[in-house]
């Protein structure tokens, strides 16, 4: 199936989950969430808790909230 040649745009893996960004490029949950991190750490744009930005072509994907606390929360897990 199609799924199952889903590569994440930034690292190439073929991961089980992925994040479908509203441009149609796919990041693996990892490299979602250290997208996400690194949005959060630029404090001049008060709307960045939620943007994912694609490798690829660099469009904006906002979450829903919950969505970006996940994606936060398992990050800061695998970093122990």
């Not at 690292?11 to 990892?30: A, Q, R, S």
């Not at 744009?45 to 969505?67: G, H, M, Y």
């Amino acid at each position: 199936s199609t799924k199952d040649a889903v590569s994440c745009a930034k690292c190439g893996e073929l991961p089980n989950d992925v994040l479908i960004l509203t441009c149609d490029h796919n990041l693996c949950l990892k490299c979602a969430s250290c997208n996400l991190l690194h949005q959060n750490k630029k404090p001049q744009d008060r709307n960045s808790f939620q943007t994912v930005i694609c490798e690829l072509c660099k469009i904006a994907t906002v979450l829903d909230p919950a969505s970006a606390t996940e994606l936060l929360t398992m990050e800061h897990e695998s970093e122990e």
